[in-house]
């Protein structure tokens, strides 16, 4: 009888002791390591349902990459590409009135006309007679005829003061480079080719993302001569 006693009482020590494991598991008496549990448990479900969902919609990603993102990117690539090396050429009209003043040296050599007659009276004159006669020193009058041509030397100050009209088409051609809006396009292209690239190199289609993922990667061939050939 006290054998019964003592193996009932053994059993239901490991009756107790399996309960409490059982409930160590998600309680333990503790509500911080059942909140820990409960915590790990729902997160592991999340993620789940996240894989599935990110699954679910995957074939929707690439061909709306291939459709919407992959020529916006490439088109503003290409633009900032093209405006970092683009020149702006156009003519500009210059039409003004430019009031000069300033004196001009003349210090020069030249022929001028006589406009009209010029007289000369009493002008002294040496007269030389003819055959060894002599010297005779008197004074002439005379007209200068017009048109006469007199070699002249100037050496004077002119002073100019005049306004002048101007009317100019100039023509402007700067790349876009040299202006203060090359750097700021030379910092998008630096920016958005990279981004283009890697958006080029995307599969086009669902078939050709199935297609790389199964087809295994080539192994380079040696060249011939290589060593265990």
């Not at 009209?93 to 009276?121: C, K």
């Not at 070699?151 to 004077?156: S, T």
């Amino acid at each position: 009888m006290a054998e019964d006693n003592s193996s009932q009482m053994h059993d239901n020590n490991d009756n107790s002791v399996e309960e409490r494991q059982d409930r160590g598991v998600f309680w333990d008496s503790k509500p911080w390591q059942a909140f820990k549990t409960v915590a790990i448990l729902f997160s592991f479900a999340i993620n789940i349902v996240v894989l599935i969902l990110l699954l679910a919609i995957l074939p929707l990603v690439l061909p709306l990459v291939d459709a919407v993102v992959k020529p916006l990117v490439g088109g503003l690539n290409n633009s900032f590409v093209d405006m970092s090396e683009a020149t702006i050429s156009r003519t500009i009209e210059v039409n003004d009135n430019i009031d000069i003043a300033f004196t001009l040296p003349l210090d020069t050599e030249t022929v001028v006309r006589v406009t009209e007659p010029v007289p000369l009276r009493n002008i002294p004159a040496s007269f030389v007679l003819p055959d060894g006669g002599g010297y005779i020193n008197g004074s002439v009058s005379l007209d200068l005829p017009q048109d006469l041509a007199l070699p002249v030397a100037l050496n004077l100050e002119v002073p100019v003061q005049q306004t002048i009209p101007v009317n100019l088409a100039v023509g402007v051609d700067i790349p876009l480079s040299e202006t203060e809006l090359g750097k700021p396009f030379s910092t998008l292209v630096g920016l958005f080719s990279p981004l283009n690239r890697a958006i080029e190199n995307l599969p086009d289609s669902n078939e050709e993302l199935i297609d790389r993922v199964l087809t295994p990667v080539a192994t380079a061939t040696p060249p011939a001569g290589y060593p265990g050939q």
